[in-house]
């Protein structure tokens, strides 16, 4: 079973920065795609960002691309989340979050959160305007 960890969260001002970063134990990751997701008061979660299990492929929700950037290290075992010009509208619990299926996923499947059955416990990002 694998145990995944977020960190990095925090309040931020707008126009600032934060880095998120997972950690797996229990068992690698590297042969899995990792998503990260958030999720607001009163709202469903949603998707933020996912990685591909090699790092060769991302994708991102719209209002995320050319402010967040995806990337893991499959020696450390370790995704992270660099999230740049944050929006009050970024506040959310954000999570990280293990595929359950191994190796090259199509990106319909990378992107939806129920193919996502390994989740972490989430960190607190506060964007205050």
């Known amino acids: 079973q694998v145990q995944l960890v977020e960190s990095g969260g925090g309040l931020v001002q707008a126009g600032g920065s934060l880095r998120l970063s997972c950690a797996a134990s229990?068992?690698?990751?590297?042969?899995?795609?990792m998503g990260w997701f958030r999720q607001s008061p009163g709202k469903d979660r949603e998707f933020v960002a996912t990685?591909?299990?090699?790092?060769?492929?991302?994708y991102y929700a719209d209002s995320m691309k050319g402010r967040f950037t995806i990337s893991r290290d499959n020696v450390k075992n370790t995704v992270d989340l660099q999230m740049n010009s944050l929006k009050p509208e970024d506040t959310a619990v954000y999570y990280c979050?293990?595929?359950?299926?191994?190796?090259?996923?199509?990106?319909?499947?990378?992107?939806?959160?129920?193919?996502?059955?390994?989740w972490g416990q989430g960190t607190q990002v506060t964007v205050s305007s």
């Open positions: 979050a293990r595929s359950a299926l191994a190796y090259a996923l199509a990106k319909a499947t990378m992107i939806r959160f129920d193919s996502y059955p390994y």
């Open positions: 229990g068992r690698p990751i590297s042969s899995y795609t």
């Open positions: 990685i591909s299990w090699n790092g060769a492929n991302t």
